[in-house]
């Protein structure tokens, strides 16, 4: 087995040259004596805001909770009842499908477009008396299609919820993602684009009752101390966390920009080899989590690139929703209404009943993450982009 020499995502080093800022920003706070519900959460909410174009951010304890909370509010706002929906993609983590359920609503999945993204398209078959909320997920980093789901959204009487989780910082129509919808909920788990030392997340809306009701929520349902209106938890973003985030904050346009660079250099250098670039090239919109090369041969692939190179791969995500065993309970109930086979992968499908959410199949069996990040060298994406070119010519 070869060493690692291109790891995926080298944490350690990229904390490292946030130093000795990071390390002295977490000090101040260990000497202040307040960890909790201090400045250094209000200052990081403020600026949070503001980088989106919205009057209000809520620090809370990580991305599930911040889409969690948002939902619950809505839920409890609009007095929606347990069957009401909200439509999820197929293809995205968990946490988008888990949020709707703890908040007390039902997941109805939609299929992605060839971007990955749901779209009005992809929605459209889904639409149902039920349906409340559009829970739109910049999966990777790049923007879903806005404009036309604000357009799909306004027609139906929808609202628009945003799972930012994965695009810190991206633009699409000249508006930054989490200014599009009722809110947006964001993670700063230490792998996203913008990473605390620890679990984090912040809800963002331009709405302040809302953003009143997700404070209160994740203040055990209290706005007033001692007085309990909802029945609450305790989801907080700590001082720690958030004097982490504000020393990480300003870098983030320009990690985003070397992080378009290395998608940049890879198109490049893959160009031409029976592989698909993520959106056919176009480096414009994406904030690139992740460099999403799609590949019929990606087992082999990825385990030729560690064995033969040493270049750590990952693949998000190897199993799509409608196929998440916890899930299968809303997908029947799903499968009964819209009148398909709520058939999970490897059961068969006959000729009559084409299988449904085939785009995301498809990309939970063909993505392969390659490593991307604002270290990353140009000879780091040499190496990883000649070991691909060696593989295709050895299958030769
Ligand atoms: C990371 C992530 C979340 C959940 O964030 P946590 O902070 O890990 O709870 C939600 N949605 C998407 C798309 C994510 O990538």
Not at 51 to 78: F, K, M, P, Y
Not at 159 to 176: C, F, N, R, T, W
Not at 202 to 222: I, P
Request: with cysteine; hydrophobic share 45%.
């Amino acid at each position: 087995m070869s060493t690692l020499r291109v790891p995926y995502f080298p944490l350690r080093e990229i904390n490292g040259s946030f130093e000795p800022a990071l390390s002295h920003a977490i000090s101040d706070v260990v000497k202040s004596g307040w960890y909790l519900r201090g400045h250094r959460v209000a200052d990081f909410e403020a600026d949070f805001a503001a980088s989106i174009g919205v009057s209000h951010c809520i620090g809370v304890g990580n991305g599930l909770d911040a889409l969690t909370l948002t939902l619950q509010a809505l839920r409890e706002r609009h007095g929606w009842t347990s069957d009401c929906e909200v439509i999820v993609p197929a293809m995205t983590f968990v946490a988008s499908a888990l949020a709707v359920v703890r908040a007390g609503l039902t997941p109805v999945l939609a299929d992605v477009d060839e971007r990955c993204v749901m779209s009005a398209a992809t929605v459209l078959p889904h639409l149902s008396e039920r349906s409340r909320v559009l829970l739109t997920v910049h999966l990777y980093g790049l923007p879903a299609p806005m404009p036309e789901l604000t357009e799909l959204a306004r027609e139906h009487g929808l609202l628009l919820v945003e799972d930012a989780a994965q695009a810190h910082g991206a633009v699409i129509g000249g508006k930054p993602v989490g200014s599009w919808g009722v809110a947006a909920a964001f993670s700063f788990y230490p792998g996203k684009n913008l990473g605390a030392l620890g679990d984090g997340g912040a809800v963002v809306t331009a709405d302040a009752e809302l953003a009143e009701a997700v404070r209160r929520l994740a203040n055990y349902g209290s706005a007033t101390k001692y007085l309990h209106t909802d029945l609450g938890v305790n989801s907080r973003l700590d001082e720690i966390q958030a004097a982490a985030l504000s020393v990480k904050l300003p870098r983030l346009e320009a990690d985003n920009q070397r992080r378009r660079e290395v998608a940049r250099a890879y198109n490049e250098a893959l160009r031409g080899l029976p592989v698909s670039l993520p959106y056919d090239g176009d480096t414009s919109l994406s904030v690139f989590h992740v460099y999403p090369l799609r590949c019929d041969r990606r087992d082999a692939l990825q385990h030729f690139l560690r064995e033969e190179a040493g270049v750590e791969t990952l693949i998000h995500y190897p199993h799509a929703l409608p196929d998440q065993p916890a899930l299968q309970p809303f997908l029947e109930k799903q499968a009964a209404h819209e009148n398909f086979l709520g058939l999970s992968d490897g059961e068969q499908h006959t000729e009559d009943e084409p299988s449904v959410f085939s785009v995301a199949r498809s990309w939970a069996a063909t993505e392969l993450s390659l490593p991307i990040h604002p270290l990353m060298s140009d000879e780091d994406v040499a190496c990883v982009s000649n070991a691909i070119r060696r593989f295709f010519e050895s299958e030769i």
